[in-house]
């Protein structure tokens, strides 16, 4: 590992009072005041359409909102806040992202009550698994009583809903025995690089791949499955696609490399930038014999691969050149409760209105049923087409990943 040193690690400003107490303590520059952040266009709430269901295909009780492509949701990803406390190049770049960014302040953020009555109404509707996201997620102050209230929900079967969190690892230590307490059920961390240069031009807050590791690591000790999650960049970091997978090769941690995503517009995103899965498959093969698997549930984003020789598994997520539409039944709620139907939307459906409004839980379910059912969002499948709609996208910092 070369270079730099944990003591270099300078967190950046943050000031909003949601924020975690545990978060390190910045020491420059002074605090900037947070100022509300101009409000984002919203659609409005469709108040005619049809609300599409299908049954369960394993005949397990309840229905499923049904989209105009025919696919369901099963899969809701919840980003709790829009602050990070990293900057990283291909999310939220310093030069956009500046200390004194106007972030959401605390009365535009969903309560955790709010998040905890969409997401009920969503699993007696079919959802299956939760996401909680950001942003960093461990920033939100008192996360893990979200996450005890959510790990409460039961789907129609009666059956407990997949419950994870990505989190850049930052927090984790001090947070992961009480997440595993509150019922999380698994962790994905993100880490671009073990070489400390490359992970820290990555963070771009001098953040060390060293701490993200005894992060992970802590993680398993209290039990946690982990996943790691590496975006690939050409040129930047494809020489950490080894080092990657030798450190957790026989750990029961699964690295899934990410192809790099034209999510929002803040990272100037090109497709040269981008390493095909394949190629990464391929350096992968050269040096350890491998074989794909097949997918664990329908609509799973990884394709997965394991070495012939039982060190393990590890996956590829080819958002840009094996586009994965036809199966994508995830929706995402913001922060301030708009409600996405794709990672590259450029405008969400502002269900705060409603739930500030004093909505009955019926109308909450039929303007859920009826946004769904309207869906015929396949932004990345149109990418490989060459027919991608240009418009300015959400990004990913809010919208999450
Ligand atoms: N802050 C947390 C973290 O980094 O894990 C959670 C939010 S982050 C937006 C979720 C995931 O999105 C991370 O694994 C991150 O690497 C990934 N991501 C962010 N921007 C991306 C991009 N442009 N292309 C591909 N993946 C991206
Ligand atoms: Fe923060 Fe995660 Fe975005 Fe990096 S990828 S800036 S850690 S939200
Ligand atoms: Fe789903 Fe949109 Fe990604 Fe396609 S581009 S897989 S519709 S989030």
Not at 156 to 176: H, Q
Not at 195 to 214: C, H, M, R, W
Request: hydrophobic share 35%; glycine share 8%; aromatic share 6%.
């Amino acid at each position: 590992m070369s270079g730099r040193k944990n003591k270099e690690y300078r967190p950046v400003m943050i000031t909003d009072p949601t924020l975690s107490s545990t978060h390190p303590k910045p020491s420059a520059p002074k605090a900037t005041k947070v100022i509300r952040i101009t409000p984002r266009p919203a659609l409005p709430i469709p108040q005619s359409g049809p609300v599409t269901r299908a049954p369960r295909p394993d005949g397990l009780p309840g229905t499923r909102w049904i989209d105009r492509l025919g696919r369901p949701l099963t899969d809701l990803r919840i980003s709790v806040t829009d602050h990070c406390n990293f900057r990283c190049r291909y999310c939220m770049p310093k030069e956009k992202y500046a200390q004194n960014h106007n972030f959401l302040a605390m009365t535009e953020l969903l309560t955790f009550d709010e998040i905890l009555r969409v997401s009920r109404i969503a699993v007696a509707n079919g959802i299956e698994k939760i996401r909680l996201t950001g942003g960093e997620p461990l920033l939100r102050k008192g996360i893990e009583n979200l996450v005890a209230q959510l790990a409460a929900l039961r789907t129609p079967a009666g059956k407990p809903i997949d419950l994870a969190m990505t989190t850049n690892g930052s927090l984790l230590i001090k947070k992961a025995q009480a997440l595993k307490d509150a019922g999380l059920g698994r962790i994905t961390v993100s880490l671009d690089g073990i070489d400390e240069d490359i992970f820290q031009s990555f963070n771009d807050v001098g953040y060390p791949a060293a701490k993200v590791l005894e992060a992970i690591d802590f993680a398993r000790q209290v039990g946690f499955k982990v996943k790691v999650n590496t975006v690939v960049k050409k040129g930047v970091n494809e020489g950490e696609i080894l080092k990657i997978c030798e450190v957790f090769r026989g750990t029961g941690v699964t690295p899934r490399f990410i192809e790099y995503m034209d999510v929002g517009n803040a990272n100037d995103w090109r497709m040269d930038e981008v390493v095909p899965s394949r190629e990464v498959v391929a350096r992968i093969a050269q040096r350890w014999p491998v074989e794909s698997l097949s997918p664990t549930a329908p609509g799973e984003t990884a394709a997965r691969w394991r070495y012939l020789d039982g060190g393990g598994e590890f996956g590829v997520i080819s958002s840009v050149t094996r586009a994965f539409c036809r199966t994508c039944s995830r929706v995402r709620l913001s922060m301030e409760g708009r409600l996405y139907l794709c990672l590259f939307a450029s405008i969400g459906c502002d269900l705060r209105t409603m739930l500030r409004g004093g909505c009955t839980d019926s109308e909450l379910e039929t303007a859920i049923g009826r946004i769904w059912s309207a869906r015929e969002d396949r932004y990345s499948e149109l990418r490989s087409m060459g027919a991608a709609p240009s418009r300015q996208k959400v990004e990913m910092n809010y919208i999450g990943g």
